[in-house]
Nanobody, 117 residues
Framework: QVQLQESGPGLVKPSQTLSLTCTVS??????????YNWIRQAPGKGLEWMGA???????SYSPSLKSRTSISRDTSKNQFSLQLSSVTPEDTAVYYC?????????WGKGTLVTVAS
């Protein structure tokens, strides 16, 4: 059974960098042909795809967030991470990690990140 678990600070100050890690268990993040995603949902809004890292290490980003987003991975720990720079209160959201296999088939429970001073 594949499980994903987000971790990281729940409070970030404006202009700082938001950093989250997703730990994957029950399967390797290097296994063909899965893609591991970051998705967020701001209060009262829909899901927003932020970016993904593939089984080969390739990355892709949402055009609207590309300038502020970085996704990386640590294959020795079977983890992948998100960094979002220059955050504002509008980045307050529940952040999810999810695996894509012709659709998002496994999701973490999500973690609330609040951007406030």
């Amino acid at each position: 059974q594949v499980q994903l678990q987000e971790s990281g600070p729940g409070l970030v100050k404006p202009s700082q960098t938001l950093s989250l890690t997703c730990t994957v268990s029950g399967g390797s993040i290097t296994t063909n042909f899965y893609y591991y995603n970051w998705i967020r949902q701001a209060p009262g809004k829909g899901l927003e795809w932020m970016g993904a890292i593939g089984y080969s290490g390739s990355v892709s980003y949402s055009p609207s967030l590309k300038s502020r987003t970085s996704i990386s991975r640590d294959t020795s720990k079977n983890q992948f991470s998100l960094q979002l720079s220059s955050v504002t209160p509008e980045d307050t959201a529940v952040y999810y990690c999810a695996r894509w296999d012709y659709g998002m088939d496994y999701w973490g429970k999500g973690t609330l990140v609040t951007v406030a001073s």
